[in-house]
């Protein structure tokens, strides 16, 4: 897509820093880091939603980010990685080319998710939404 930044990125006319790149995948730093080493993996052709991206694609995307979390680990001494794809503006994603995002995660970093957990009804309600994912599957 040509208005896209991620697409831009990858056809160089943005600059970015690369980390590592292959023919199917793109590893760069993120310009706005939740924790600074926050590093973005996305294919170098242009797919977007989770959903229509292929298999293959999906698959190179996140053993890539396994890697970039092994070498955010021993480069940094983090003590975890949080790993993370958000899919659609609902999910939190900002850039509609498919992406994820490896965050290196340090005891001292002052971050904190906003994770509010919530409770179901009862167990009948839970597995009402269970069988419904299970017809769709």
Known sequence: MSDCIFCKIIRKEIPAT?????????????????????????????????????????AKLHLTAKRVAAA?????????????????AAAGQEVEHIHVHVIPRFSTDGHHWNWNAKKYDDFSEMNKLAEDLRKHL
Do not use: C, R, S, W
């Open 72 to 88: 955010q680990m021993n480069a940094f001494g983090a003590d975890g990685v949080n790993i993370m794809q958000n899919n659609g």
């Open 18 to 58: 690369v980390v590592f790149e292959d023919d199917d995948v793109l590893v760069f730093m993120d310009i706005g880091p939740i924790v600074k080493g926050h590093a973005l993996v996305t294919p170098k052709k242009h797919y977007d939603p989770i959903t229509e991206t292929p298999d293959a694609i999906v």
